[in-house]
């Protein structure tokens, strides 16, 4: 069994800073890539981020604001969001990819207004 649970949304203002954290754990073997998606109110899943073992991958609406990392040793990936938009207001999902499934985390929700 694998579970991903995540932490670090909020309420923030237009300008703002959130960090998000989701950490891994159960049987985990031969990840092949770890990510975040948004879902906001009425739009379709979209994917924000993804970092594999050949680098990483960014939607054209963050890129240059966030940033996706990783640690491997505690299975745990990171998204920085800077310069935070109302437009980010959704909930973000992890998103952990290995050889032999595809999780999802709970979803944590990102508020950005004044």
């Known amino acids: 069994q694998v579970q991903l649970v995540e932490s670090g949304g909020g309420l923030v203002q237009p300008g703002g800073s959130l960090r998000l954290s989701c950490a891994a754990s159960?049987?985990?073997?031969?990840?092949?890539?770890m990510g975040w998606y948004r879902q906001a109110p009425g739009k379709q899943r979209e994917l924000v981020a993804v970092?594999?073992?050949?680098?990483?991958n960014y939607a054209g609406s963050v890129k240059g604001r966030f940033t996706i990392s990783r640690d491997n040793a505690k299975n745990t990936v990171y998204l920085q969001m800077n310069s935070l938009k109302p437009e980010d207001t959704a909930v973000y999902y992890c998103?952990?990819?290995?050889?032999?499934?595809?999780?999802w985390g709970q979803g944590t929700q990102v508020t950005v207004s004044s």
């Open positions: 159960g049987s985990i073997f031969s990840i092949n890539a």
């Open positions: 970092i594999t073992s050949d680098g990483t």
């Open positions: 998103n952990l990819v290995l050889t032999y499934g595809d999780y």
